[in-house]
């Protein structure tokens, strides 16, 4: 299958993602609870300005705004019927962006949880999630999307749904979990067990890592555990943008553009190929992040204590704490 990350990849050996997609609406307008994906129809032109904005910051990949995007998502706006049209023209405003830049920029289409838990945990069967996650991605192809890229997953079988479901529509594939949870995500997948989830679907990820989580400095030692356990495959690392915080009723982002800068690096250093922001990562701090990969000559591969001490403390309760071990408490107690 094709593989649209390869030849970029080979040009300039690590690539920017993109930042915050609800932050940044969220900053344009956007009301809680209303549906982002709802924008790609009433505020193409809010859309398309995120895009764009992200491309001028230096991003290679742009992730199309169809987060929520499956029918068990978009039911509770009652779009649950629209599934097809909204990915599709999320596809095409990201494709429009992409096609006027000045360079090459990579349109990926961003697949969320479902929301709904699978059996026997919860009433949502594998087939099911597989047929909905495939309705999301063949909509997304159509707009003009060349990867789809399953983010936040907390749940082995729902990656695997995910991956079965653009394979079958065609489209090469990339997965990112969320470890938030005492080292793990909330489902209890380790980072090193990440690489081996969908390995073996279709023609495998083009790509694997971690996204979102409780800040930069966990999402590195997550990173950390992927890169041990694969080290020859494409790891992609997605982090917050510092720790959230309320501020009242507003949640705001600890992180700075000198911290994502330097996030950057120490992802770059720790093996990351595509390395981005999730929540709370601005155009100015992304625009950091692209200046600090451009200049950077890549150094020794960090430990947890040179994240801890550049980047601030690990928020994640440890696995020990919790009954268990990770690899970063394996690293520790090595060292």
């Given amino acids: 299958m094709n593989n649209p990350l390869q030849d970029l990849l080979a040009k300039k050996g690590v690539l920017l993602a993109d930042g915050a997609t609800g932050t940044s609406l ?12 709802l924008w790609n129809e009433s505020h193409p032109e809010r859309i398309d300005t995120l895009h764009q904005d992200f491309v001028d910051a230096g991003a290679d990949i742009i992730l199309t705004n169809s987060f929520g995007g499956t029918r068990h998502r978009l039911k509770l ?67 003009g999307a060349e990867i789809a890229w399953i983010e936040t997953m907390s749940a082995a079988d729902e990656i695997r749904a995910a991956a079965e479901a653009a394979v079958a529509v065609g489209l090469p594939f990339v997965y990112t979990a969320s470890f938030d949870t005492a080292g793990r995500t909330m489902m209890g997948l380790s980072p090193r067990d990440l690489p081996d989830v ?14 979102c ?28 943008c510092g720790i959230p915080e309320f501020r009242g009723a507003e949640i705001h982002y600890s992180g700075t553009p000198p911290l994502m800068a330097d996030y950057a690096r120490l992802a770059r250093d720790a093996g990351a190929k595509i390395i981005g922001g999730c929540c709370g990562t601005s155009c100015g701090h992304l625009a950091a992040m692209r200046a600090a990969l451009d200049e950077h000559t890549p150094g020794p591969r960090p430990t947890i204590e040179t994240i801890v001490e550049r980047i601030g403390p690990l928020r994640n309760k440890t696995a020990s704490e919790a009954g268990g071990e990770t690899g970063r408490e394996r690293r520790r107690r090595k060292t």
């Fill in 26 to 37: 969220f900053a344009m307008g956007l009301e809680a609870g209303e549906a982002p994906e």
């Fill in 77 to 143: 706006h009652h779009a649950e019927d629209r599934v097809f049209a909204l990915n599709k023209r999320a596809a095409e405003i990201a494709r429009s962006v992409a096609d006027r830049a000045p360079r090459r920029v990579i349109v990926a289409g961003s697949v969320g949880p479902t929301g709904e838990l699978l059996i026997p945990l919860g009433a949502l069967s594998y087939e099911d999630a597989v047929a909905a996650f495939r309705e999301q991605i063949e909509g997304l192809k159509a707009g």
């Fill in 198 to 211: 969908a390995g073996a679907m279709g023609d495998g990820p083009l790509a694997v890592g971690a996204n």
């Fill in 213 to 240: 989580g409780v800040g930069a400095s966990d999402i590195l030692a997550s990173l950390l555990d992927i890169t041990e356990a694969a080290p020859n495959a494409t790891i992609v690392v997605k982090g917050n």
